[in-house]
């Protein structure tokens, strides 16, 4: 398997989500970037997380003084849980700037609206 490369892999994103809303118009395309680029660390540092729960588990074993002992969940699953619901507000505010006819190609126009539950 090949070493993740989380700065390429950002690159990657950003490029992606670039052409996805490039047809905002201008006003929302500069607001929209800041965006993007946040949704594109989040998706790479997601990416990392999953490769550390996939690693070392759900949980973490703990010891706190003599009889003080158990599970509990893994700090790596605790900011996924968070970063995944702040990933998944930046694209829903992305997908919110755009136009229902954004000039998307049917197939990704269908995508993103039913992420914005578009009817």
Same mark, same amino acid.
Not at 1 to 14: R, W
Not at 47 to 64: F, P, S, V
Not at 95 to 103: H, I, L, T, W
């Given at each position: 398997m ?10 990657q994103e ?9 047809n ?7 607001i929209a970037?800041?965006l ?13 997380l ?6 070392? +588990?759900?949980t973490?074993?703990?010891?706190? +003084?003599e009889?003080?002992? +158990? ?27 755009a136009?229902e ?8 126009a269908a ?9």
């Amino acid at each position: 398997m090949a070493e993740f490369n989380k700065n390429k892999y950002i690159k990657q994103e950003t490029t992606k989500y670039k052409k996805i809303f490039a047809n905002l118009p201008k006003d929302r395309l500069k607001i929209a970037t800041g965006l993007i680029e946040r949704a594109a660390f989040m998706a790479a540092s997601l990416k990392e997380l999953e490769a550390a729960i996939n690693e070392k +588990g759900y949980t973490d074993e703990y010891h706190n +003084g003599e009889n003080q002992r +158990g599970t509990k969940k893994a700090p790596e699953v605790e900011i996924y849980n968070t970063m995944v619901k702040n990933y998944t507000a930046a694209i829903k505010a992305l997908v919110d700037m755009a136009p229902e006819d954004s000039g998307l190609d049917p197939e990704a126009a269908a995508i993103l609206n039913h992420i914005a539950k578009r009817k």
